[in-house]
């Protein structure tokens, strides 16, 4: 729209121009500006009727160089200013620091851009005009109609254009203006209303709680600061906390879907957030991902889930925080001081994206992981399982079991144990765990079921070490817990120690080729 009305100013001025100049169709010259003044405007003035006293040198071509190159520079400023206003509406309408941050970069960029294009297009018309100029040619007025009258009619001052340039300028700006504060108004109201309300009715770990808690007082905090140095002594008490609580890695934590999108080479982009104004993601360009790999492999486990997903699903997930540099405790991605305060970005890679939520008991076990005790079994380390000297052969294929039925077992808890993890991640392998001891059931079966989830947990452990993540073992399958389950079941049946270590021998290498081969066949 802009630039129809800076043409349409052109278009009238030459129409009075040309009338008062005794130019033969002055409507003509007002149409041809109008449709296409950046060529009809130059040759106007370059051939335009002159009144007594004017002079024009260096030929038509020279002088139609020289009001293009004028004409070039007036269009891309008000195109500059028309550009301003519509990248600030954009970098207001983010609702995030960092993308606003990326929106202000891309703005100067195109602005760049834009500067160097004026230039190109003026200094090759400049010089195009040198050597078109004739300075022989020198043209004085009164000329053409305007000589053959006495009393020609007065000038009309190009004063009048530049006016017209500058009240087109103005309007760019105010209209601008207007979209920028209706883009900061929408953009002030998302953050608030992205995370759902249901999360407070929802148990969290208690690590998530914790960390939450932390960031949260710094926010309320930072918003009642009246400086940065104030800011500055919150960030470094935040982070501080942080640190004393947090590990790398985190399982199951609760949030709700904020953004999934993908860069432009098609890897996922995933943001969490999992309260007010804090959230998890990953980054969003390959550049800044560099060393992290935090955007999501098309094809993974976690980018088909997250893929399925949509803004505003609560969901569970597991990954693992980087540690931050310059003071930060975790890598962040706000460009400053006080958005790392009042709205944090934490950096996360996602290893597992779940729609189904944790209960409230599976939160409890996680919260507070205790051994489980079977009944009518004292829990005792391994080395010491008491030994009856009758009872190894049988023990060898397990009590009341067949050696068919051994092997059916063992491939239902390999894959029992897969498809609770898939389901319900670390969590789900705890809880299919000690509701198996809980029961009256065959604990033999537990005993493999605890072998394929400690595979699993294994698993992970080692997938996020190949790709430089330190993530710990989870310490529900920890040798500390894990022995004394299984040397509880050995010792209720009555198996001496070197039975035992036979059994497992073969058992071991036996769980873990299936637990594999089902991973292996169902991804």
């Not at 997250?306 to 693992?320: I, L, T």
């Not at 290893?351 to 489980?372: D, G, M």
């Amino acid at each position: 729209m802009w630039f129809f009305l800076l043409w349409l100013g052109f278009a009238v001025w030459v129409f009075f121009d040309a009338k008062k100049r005794c130019m033969k169709n002055p409507a003509l010259e007002a149409v041809g500006v109008l449709g296409l003044g950046i060529i009809f405007l130059p040759l106007y003035f370059a051939k335009r009727n002159l009144y007594k006293g004017e002079v024009r040198e260096g030929g038509m071509a020279w002088n139609a160089v020289k009001v293009f190159a004028l004409y070039w520079t007036i269009t891309m400023f008000v195109a500059s200013l028309a550009g301003l206003g519509a990248a600030s509406q954009t970098v207001v309408e983010q609702t995030s620091e960092a993308a606003q941050a990326g929106a202000a970069v891309g703005t100067m960029l195109g602005m760049g851009l834009m500067i160097g294009l004026w230039f190109v297009v003026l200094a090759g018309t400049l010089v195009i005009g040198l050597f078109l100029k004739k300075s022989s040619m020198v043209e004085n007025g009164p000329t053409g109609g305007l000589a053959e009258q006495e009393n020609p009619p007065k000038k009309l001052g190009v004063a009048l254009l530049v006016v017209w340039v500058v009240i087109s300028s103005m309007a760019v700006l105010v209209a601008s203006g207007k979209d920028g504060g209706k883009g900061e108004k929408s953009s002030g109201n998302t953050p608030k209303t992205s995370v759902s309300t249901s999360a407070a009715s929802e148990p969290l770990p208690a690590l998530e709680a914790r960390f939450i808690e932390i960031v949260s007082a710094a926010q309320g905090e930072s918003r009642r600061a009246e400086n940065d140095m104030q800011r500055g002594g919150i960030k470094a008490r935040r982070d501080k906390a942080l640190c004393g609580v947090m590990t790398s890695a985190v399982t199951d934590w609760i949030g709700t879907i904020e953004e999934v999108s993908s860069n432009s080479d098609g890897k996922g982009v995933l943001e969490i957030a999992i309260a007010e104004d804090i959230k998890i993601k990953t980054w969003n360009n390959a550049l800044s991902d560099v060393g992290s790999n935090t955007l999501i492999e098309p094809g993974s486990p976690v980018f088909d889930a997250a893929s399925a997903m949509k803004r505003g699903q609560r969901v569970a997930f597991s990954g693992v925080f980087f540690r931050g540099s310059q003071g930060d405790c975790l890598q962040e991605a706000s460009m400053s001081l006080r958005g790392k305060l009042e709205e944090p970005e934490f950096i996360f890679r996602f290893l597992r994206v779940s729609a189904n939520i944790p209960t409230q008991q599976q939160v409890t076990q996680q919260n507070a992981v205790q051994p489980v005790v079977v009944p009518h079994a004292a829990p005792v380390q391994r080395q010491e399982v008491v030994s009856t000297p009758n009872d190894s052969k049988q023990a060898l294929v397990a009590p009341k079991d067949k050696e068919r039925i051994v092997k059916k077992n063992l491939i239902k808890a390999a894959k029992t144990a897969v498809a609770a993890y898939k389901e319900d991640g670390m969590l789900g392998l705890i809880a299919k765990t000690q509701e198996c001891y809980s029961d009256n059931g065959n604990k033999f079966y537990c005993v493999y079921l605890d072998f394929a989830s400690k595979h699993i947990d294994l698993i992970m452990v080692n997938e996020a070490a190949r790709q430089g993540v330190s993530l710990p073992k989870t310490k529900f399958f920890d040798d500390e817990l894990f022995w004394p389950r299984i040397a509880a079941v050995f010792e209720g049946a009555n198996m001496s120690r070197e039975a035992g270590d036979a059994y497992l021998h073969s058992l071991i290498p036996a769980i873990n080729k299936l637990v594999n081969e089902v991973i292996f066949r169902e991804g």
